[in-house]
């Protein structure tokens, strides 16, 4: 399979207006009809029992908001892998492709994915699919070289691959292979969080070793907790690399099983600031969704 890299010199150098218009204008219309955030929730035991809107309890910056519905979204998953190949990366390409091929095996009928390697710049290695012969026939081209800018990666993966498919397609995850170091992204952290907080786009992590050694970072998070901030931050989880088969699987089954989709409209909210959100669930619910909301521009 030939490479077919992205042309993303110009989004990359536009990302920041590009970027912020998105969010803004999908708080500005999701306001009008209600603000629709992807929740995960599950019951302790594993208990199956419908999870309704009176389990659960929404707060915007601190105020109650009134929660208009709570439905389970069994619509199909899309899925991005964003596998670091970078120089220094502590693991082989071999290891890389044996993390990335786990996916093929666990997804659901409906499911896809498409795969990016990123050093310097981001390259499509898998256009969307659900073949896995296909899908190993294609990370033949995984190589390791040059630095790593995960977080130009990211905003290219979302601008270019995940935008594209909404609002149409709603459930959409991006796994990072990798250990969560930027050596110079024009993005920054936080622009690039912010951004996928406002598409609702879901992060989740293969962790392997921080090859700095927890080496402080100008102007953004040490690498693993870059990691732990994107999971976080979208709703997200962190694995380790070395136990790709069972967070494959465990990613694959909650996006699959456990994602609602909760929608309310936002009262006595700023318009222009970040608005916080802290949803809690009943006694033997436990919940994880994004922390922010993109401003309520008016």
């Given at each position: 399979?030939?490479?077919?890299?992205?042309?993303?010199?110009?989004?990359?150098?536009?990302?920041v207006?590009?970027g912020?218009?998105?969010?803004?204008?999908?708080?500005?219309?999701?306001d009008?009809?209600?603000?629709?955030?992807?929740?995960?929730?599950?019951?302790?035991?594993?208990d199956?029992?419908?999870?309704?809107?009176?389990?659960?309890?929404?707060?915007?910056?601190?105020?109650?908001?009134?929660?208009?519905?709570?439905?389970?979204?069994?619509?199909?998953?899309?899925?991005?892998?964003l596998v670091?190949?970078?120089?220094?990366?502590?693991?082989?390409?071999?290891?890389?492709?044996?993390?990335?091929?786990?996916?093929?095996?666990?997804?659901?009928?409906?499911?896809?994915?498409?795969?990016?390697?990123?050093?310097?710049?981001?390259?499509?290695?898998?256009?969307?699919?659900?073949d896995?012969?296909?899908?190993?026939?294609?990370?033949?081209?995984?190589?390791?070289?040059?630095?790593?800018?995960?977080?130009?990666?990211?905003?290219?993966?979302?601008?270019?691959?995940?935008?594209p498919?909404?609002?149409?397609?709603?459930?959409?995850?991006?796994?990072?292979?990798?250990d969560?170091?930027?050596?110079?992204?024009?993005?920054?952290f936080?622009?690039?969080?912010?951004?996928?907080?406002?598409?609702?786009?879901?992060?989740?992590?293969?962790?392997?070793?921080?090859?700095?050694?927890?080496?402080?970072?100008?102007?953004?998070?040490?690498?693993?907790?870059v990691?732990?901030?994107?999971?976080?931050?979208?709703?997200?989880?962190?694995?380790?690399?070395?136990?790709?088969?069972?967070?494959?699987?465990?990613?694959?089954?909650?996006?699959?099983n456990?994602?609602?989709?909760?929608?309310?409209?936002?009262?006595?909210?700023?318009s222009?600031?970040?608005?916080?959100?802290?949803?809690?669930?009943?006694?033997?619910?436990?919940?994880?969704?994004?922390?922010?909301?993109?401003?309520?521009?008016?």
């Open positions: 399979m030939n490479l077919r890299p992205f042309v993303f010199i110009a989004a990359i150098l536009s990302a207006t590009i912020s218009a998105q969010s803004r204008n999908n708080a500005r219309s999701g009008i009809e209600g603000a629709v955030v992807p929740v995960f929730a599950y019951r302790a035991g594993g199956k029992k419908q999870i309704k809107v009176d389990d659960l309890f929404l707060y915007e910056n601190g105020i109650e908001q009134k929660i208009r519905n709570f439905s389970y979204d069994p619509s199909p998953s899309r899925i991005v892998i670091d190949n970078s120089q220094t990366l502590p693991t082989s390409v071999e290891s890389l492709k044996n993390a990335v091929m786990e996916f093929a095996y666990e997804i659901f009928e409906g499911d896809q994915l498409f795969v990016v390697a990123y050093d310097e710049k981001p390259e499509i290695i898998q256009e969307w699919t659900d896995a012969k296909k899908l190993e026939t294609s990370l033949s081209t995984l190589r390791k070289r040059g630095n790593p800018y995960l977080f130009d990666a990211l905003t290219s993966s979302l601008n270019e691959v995940l935008l498919l909404m609002p149409g397609t709603r459930k959409t995850a991006i796994v990072i292979v990798g969560g170091l930027d050596r110079g992204s024009k993005r920054p936080d622009r690039t969080l912010a951004d996928l907080q406002g598409s609702n786009v879901t992060v989740y992590s293969l962790q392997l070793p921080d090859r700095t050694g927890g080496a402080y970072r100008r102007d953004q998070p040490k690498a693993p907790v990691l732990s901030r994107l999971a976080e931050s979208t709703g997200g989880r962190v694995f380790q690399f070395d136990e790709a088969q069972a967070a494959a699987k465990a990613i694959c089954d909650e996006l699959r456990n994602r609602y989709l909760l929608s309310y409209i936002p009262t006595n909210t700023s222009y600031d970040e608005r916080r959100l802290f949803l809690i669930g009943s006694e033997g619910i436990t919940i994880r969704t994004k922390t922010a909301q993109p401003p309520n521009l008016k």
